[in-house]
């Protein structure tokens, strides 16, 4: 398999050295040489991230420093309260949800959450949920829905977490059991692909009046590499089943999938997380805005029409 960061590397050298030059005392000729290799940075980013293969794309939706769910939350979200806990098992810290105010707005928030660090990949799981944290998200839900505040979710991981205890437990009925409460819940959703959006995993927050996707995050119903794991026994064709899969937010938008593709900042979304982070804020109000003048009967209509009209294919 090619090199994870190769399509980078040339970005990644103009960034290290401007880095050593705006470590140097302040000159002219310093400030020259720096506003030079700054031009030159935009232009190679934009040449490089406007040209991205699927699997690229895979890989810049995987990126470490990508914003997460609680990156949005400290900057988006005011007084949020995080929730613990499903009331049958145990937390899960794959999962983060709770309430707090987007603006003038309450809100209930709800987001798969990875580490950055070796340890809290661990602690989270890498964004793998288990049943619990399914059964804590819809424990969320319902309570957003008693008090008619609408939902945000934040779709960021591989897949749930396929393990023996998880299945044990019962991650399958416990994703059905939140497609079948969303797709009726009595107030307004929207959801957002932040990074990598996979399989049932993704979809057990994602049935949302308003689908968004950041430009370069992908959303699919198997990873490349387990797609094919399976079609050919061979995961180094991971980047063959990028591209049959169809999972890049261009792809979900011309297939229905999503509603809306919010733009990145050049050089991806780990290049300028404020501006994403700011971006995704101002998309998500706009939505709830409109979503807010909906009477509830027709937004229960059109979300499960949303839904049903997806998978249409004609005969050839």
Same mark, same amino acid.
């Given at each position: 398999?090619?090199?994870?960061?190769?399509?980078?590397?040339?970005?990644?050298?103009?960034?290290?050295?401007?880095?050593?030059?705006?470590?140097?005392?302040?000159?002219?000729?310093?400030?020259?040489?720096?506003?030079?290799?700054?031009?030159?940075?935009?232009?190679?980013?934009?040449?490089?991230?406007?040209?991205?293969?699927?699997?690229?794309?895979?890989?810049?939706?995987?990126?470490?420093?990508?914003?997460?769910?609680?990156?949005?939350?400290?900057?988006?979200?005011?007084?949020?309260?995080?929730?613990?806990?499903?009331?049958?098992?145990?937390?899960?810290?794959?999962?983060?949800?709770?309430?707090?105010?987007?603006?003038?707005?309450?809100?209930?928030?709800?987001?798969?959450?990875?580490?950055?660090?070796?340890?809290?990949?661990?602690?989270?799981?890498?964004?793998?949920?288990?049943?619990?944290?399914?059964?804590?998200?819809?424990?969320?839900?319902?309570?957003?829905?008693?008090?008619?505040?609408?939902?945000?979710?934040?779709?960021?991981?591989?897949?749930?977490?396929? +393990?023996?205890?998880?299945?044990?437990? &019962?991650?399958?009925? =416990?994703? !059905?059991?939140?497609? @079948? $409460?969303? #797709?009726?819940?009595?107030?307004?959703?929207?959801?957002?692909?932040?990074?990598? +959006?996979?399989?049932?995993?993704?979809? &057990?927050?994602?049935? =949302?009046? !308003?689908?968004?996707? @950041? $430009?370069? #995050?992908?959303?699919?119903?198997?990873?490349?590499?387990?797609?094919?794991?399976?079609?050919?026994?061979?995961?180094?064709?991971?980047?063959?089943? =990028?591209? !049959?899969?169809?999972?890049?937010?261009?792809?979900?938008?011309?297939?229905?999938?999503?509603?809306?593709?919010?733009?990145?900042?050049?050089?991806?979304?780990?290049?300028?997380?404020?501006?994403?982070?700011?971006?995704?804020?101002?998309?998500?109000?706009?939505?709830?805005?409109?979503?807010?003048?909906?009477?509830?009967?027709?937004?229960?209509?059109?979300?499960?029409?949303?839904?049903?009209?997806?998978?249409?294919?004609?005969?050839?």
């Amino acid at each position: 398999m090619a090199n994870e960061a190769q399509f980078e590397e040339p970005i990644q050298r103009v960034r290290r050295r401007l880095d050593e030059l705006k470590g140097f005392a302040e000159s002219p000729a310093r400030d020259r040489e720096v506003e030079k290799l700054e031009g030159k940075l935009g232009k190679l980013s934009r040449e490089v991230y406007g040209n991205l293969t699927p699997w690229q794309k895979t890989l810049v939706a995987r990126h470490p420093n990508r914003p997460f769910t609680l990156d949005y939350v400290r900057v988006l979200i005011r007084d949020f309260v995080e929730w613990h806990g499903d009331r049958a098992f145990a937390d899960d810290p794959a999962i983060v949800a709770g309430f707090g105010f987007l603006g003038a707005r309450a809100v209930a928030v709800i987001g798969h959450q990875k580490g950055r660090d070796t340890k809290e990949k661990i602690r989270r799981n890498f964004g793998m949920p288990r049943p619990e944290g399914y059964r804590k998200a819809l424990r969320v839900m319902k309570l957003a829905e008693k008090f008619r505040k609408p939902v945000l979710t934040f779709i960021d991981t591989p897949g749930a977490f396929p +393990g023996l205890e998880s299945e044990e437990r &019962g991650v399958s009925e =416990a994703i !059905a059991r939140n497609l @079948l $409460e969303m #797709s009726a819940l009595q107030t307004p959703i929207v959801a957002t692909v932040i990074g990598e +959006g996979g399989s049932g995993g993704a979809l &057990g927050i994602g049935i =949302a009046d !308003a689908v968004l996707m @950041l $430009e370069h #995050s992908v959303y699919s119903v198997i990873s490349p590499e387990g797609c094919a794991a399976i079609l050919w026994k061979d995961q180094s064709r991971a980047q063959e089943a =990028a591209a !049959a899969l169809r999972l890049t937010a261009g792809d979900c938008k011309a297939l229905g999938v999503i509603d809306e593709i919010l733009p990145e900042p050049s050089g991806g979304a780990h290049a300028d997380p404020v501006a994403v982070i700011d971006t995704v804020g101002r998309a998500v109000e706009e939505r709830l805005e409109r979503l807010a003048h909906v009477p509830l009967e027709m937004l229960l209509e059109a979300r499960y029409a949303k839904f049903r009209a997806m998978g249409a294919w004609e005969n050839a």
